[in-house]
């Protein structure tokens, strides 16, 4: 097991920018793939980005790509989200994810990971 604390959410106006850390702690952290997930009011979960536990392979879904960047720090047992021109629609509850696996396939259902972090709020106004 690993345990996840998220940090740097907050409010911020549309067009601008966060970085989302994700610190790590118990098992080795390069055993694992890591997922960023969000969820706004009223909605399910879903997903943001993944990566590889070596950070060669990266996955995103449609509606941040090219705008979010994910990334990780084995050395730090970090991983990190960087948010770009930020919109309302990005607004909610972001979780950051552990997936104990050593492959290069990313997972983006919330049922492959089994560890999560507490959540931060990132709120974007327009």
């Known amino acids: 097991q690993v345990q996840l604390v998220e940090s740097g959410g907050g409010l911020v106006q549309a067009g601008g920018s966060l970085r989302l850390s994700c610190a790590a702690s118990?098992?080795?952290?390069?055993?694992?793939?890591m997922g960023w997930f969000r969820q706004a009011p009223g909605k399910e979960r879903e997903f943001v980005a993944a990566i590889s536990w070596s950070g060669s392979s990266t996955s995103y879904t449609d509606s941040v790509k090219g705008r979010f960047t994910i990334s990780r720090d084995n050395a730090k047992n970090t991983v990190y989200l960087q948010m770009n021109s930020l919109k309302p629609e990005d607004t909610a509850v972001y979780y950051c994810a552990a997936d104990l696996n050593r492959t290069f396939i990313l997972r983006t259902t919330t049922g492959e990971y089994k560890d999560w972090g507490q959540g931060t709020q990132v709120t974007v106004s327009s």
């Open positions: 118990g098992r080795t952290f390069s055993f694992y793939a």
